[in-house]
């Protein structure tokens, strides 16, 4: 199989697909951004308008929803994703689905408080902490899905969980920093919050990124075949000359000058231009078109750094197809 | 239900003898053959007649070189056929990452079935099974597996020599063998103790049911012998009979 491509490398990585790419990087965002109102609105942090929160409350709503819709065409049967919601005693998605959907609860009484009564002190603000708990719980459930699968050691790591809070943090906050200038002329603390988290989240994006380079598989050839007595094991015919699921799913193969080369654009576009634009929004002549670059150059950013986070993802089956360690 | 149940005594599974399998193909067509028609029929084919057919298979047979091989052409390299199907583990993370409880593992038997009727093909499983043994369907838009063919080994309509995995009944070699590995008394069980059967990876402690035997360590390689003595030319000696045949295809 190896070699029948002209890209190099092995075949032996999880096959990005888009529409959980979108679903996890627009429901990390969505529901990141639904924390923060929900905390800092009650707190008296954010203006509590009306009009503010139409429409920040409209952004992460439709940002949540539709990475959920997204993640629904992943499925074979999506005619039976209510089945989702009964595992949850053992399924990180079960999970993941129940809280996503509760979460709308609180957020929902929040919303409707604050926007059609005009109050987010007492219970509504309660709701709307509440909301902010669960929709980082959404996030952490989001990131255990993957972090919870032992054959992929790139995802099964302690880095996973905190980038998926980061980088849904990084991108809430710079919406957050985007949407509130039409309510807010000169907001200094949002800006200055979100340069510190792009830092943040940068800094454990490297962090994960050195640990799967630098970290040994714990599986190999030999132990997945049990042989290796009379020395090194290598394949010498796979057992079907044609695709089959698991080439599909698990086979993806990406060569190590694109990996390095998507790394970099990641670097760019999701963390140094939005830290660039971000300063720059500092300074209100600039200050809209500055934050909506860095909410769009950290999107492409997002989505680039989502699609290697699948694609530099081994899977343990591939070491039954020529790969010889994952 | 996707939470394990609480094991029972009763682990079936499989033994396979890297030893002796030499890579027919038989088990994994006898699958294909009885699975069509099976608990989890269909197993389609997509494109069957195309150039880039493919289809979900339960059992595949990769073959490994194990050792290496002289530039002389020796050395104590050798050919390893191996049988992969599911290993109907003891801690399967197939069963417990599945949100819908489509996915299960059985407390009588352990045998680690799917629920095609209730499966939302969100594919999950097939993650979390570091051994490849799930494929999805699909025609269907859910997910298939090796159900160790229990519409065969609690069949009572078929002879009871024939209650076994169709993989097993159809190995020439007798390199599969079926039993109850959680009765240590059992003949597979006792076969893993004698030949050290193996878990595949082990390190990663999902516990497979399913054993595999290393290929036996060969006594000696094979030594050259002594040509055997090559027999003395036809002497024709004194015998004028065979002195006249000889002279005959001499001229």
């Known amino acids: ?50 009009g503010f929160g139409f429409a920040a409350l409209a952004v992460a709503t439709v940002l949540a929803v539709a990475g959920l819709a997204s993640s629904m065409l992943h499925l074979g049967r999506p005619e039976r994703a209510w089945r989702a919601f009964s595992q949850w005693k053992t399924s990180w998605l079960s999970r993941e689905g129940v809280l996503s959907v509760l979460t709308f609860v609180p957020a929902a009484v929040f919303g409707l408080g604050w926007l059609v009564f005009g109050n987010t002190g007492g219970l509504v603000g309660l709701c709307g902490i509440l909301a902010a708990v669960m929709a980082a719980g959404t996030i952490y459930c989001t990131g255990m899905i993957y972090a ?13 969980v905190p980038n998926y809070f980061a980088l849904g943090l990084m ?57 290796g007595r009379r020395g090194k094991v290598r394949m010498l015919e796979p057992p079907n000359t044609e695709e089959n699921y698991l080439l599909k799913e698990m086979g993806f193969r990406i060569a190590r000058k694109h990996r390095l080369r998507l790394r970099l654009i990641a670097r760019l576009t999701g963390f140094l231009v939005p830290m660039l634009a971000t300063l720059a929004s500092l300074f209100t002549p600039v200050g809209l078109i500055a934050a909506a670059v860095a909410v769009l150059s950290a999107a492409l950013g997002l989505v680039i750094e989502r699609w290697l986070f699948f694609a530099e993802a081994k899977h343990t089956v591939m070491l039954y197809y020529g790969a010889e360690i994952v | 239900m996707t939470s394990l149940p609480i094991p029972g005594q009763k682990k079936l599974g499989l033994v396979i003898d890297l030893d002796v399998c030499v890579g027919c193909h038989a088990c994994a067509t006898a699958c294909k053959e009885w699975n069509s028609g099976g608990h989890s029929a269909p197993l389609p084919d997509f494109n069957p007649y195309g150039a880039d057919a493919y289809g979900v298979w339960f059992n595949r047979i990769h073959s490994f070189e194990e050792g290496t091989s002289g530039e002389d052409g020796g050395g104590d390299a050798r050919t390893v056929h191996f049988p992969r199907s599911c290993l109907h583990c003891e801690e399967p993370a197939c069963v417990t990452v599945c949100p819908t409880g489509a996915s299960y593992k059985r407390a009588e038997d352990g045998i680690v079935l799917v629920n095609a009727d209730i499966c939302i093909g969100c594919k999950l ?100 012998s002594p040509a055997p003595p090559v027999p003395p030319p036809l002497a024709a000696g004194d015998n004028k009979l065979l002195r006249w045949v000889d002279r005959l295809l001499s001229r």
């Open chain 1, 1 to 50: 199989m190896a070699g029948s491509s002209p890209a190099k490398g092995i075949r032996a990585a999880m096959h990005p697909a888009l529409s959980i790419v979108f679903f996890t990087t627009a429901s990390g965002c969505g529901f990141a951004l639904l924390a923060l109102i929900g905390i800092a609105v009650p707190l008296g942090l954010l203006p509590q308008s009306a």
């Open chain 1, 148 to 160: 919870s699968l032992k054959p992929i050691r790139q995802w099964n790591n302690g880095w996973v």
């Open chain 1, 171 to 227: 991108g809430g906050l710079l919406l957050l920093n985007l949407i509130v200038r039409f309510w807010m002329p000169w907001p200094i603390a949002i800006p200055v919050l979100v340069l510190i988290v792009i830092a943040a989240a940068w800094g454990l994006k490297e962090r994960y990124w050195r640990f799967i380079d630098i970290t040994a598989a714990p599986s190999n050839v030999a132990s997945a075949t049990g042989l």
């Open chain 2, 125 to 224: 499983c097939s993650w979390a099974c570091p051994y490849g043994a799930r494929e999805f369907d699909e025609d269907e838009g859910v997910m298939k597996k090796c159900t160790l063919c229990i519409d065969r080994i609690y069949n009572d309509n078929i002879a009871e020599a024939e209650r076994l995995p169709a993989c097993v009944m159809v190995c020439p070699t007798s390199a599969r063998h079926f039993g109850d590995l959680g009765d240590p008394n059992s003949a597979v069980s006792e076969m893993v103790a004698a030949r050290g059967g193996k878990d595949l990876m082990p390190e990663l402690g999902y516990r497979p049911v399913n054993k595999y035997l290393p290929p036996r360590r060969q006594t000696t390689a094979a030594r050259p």
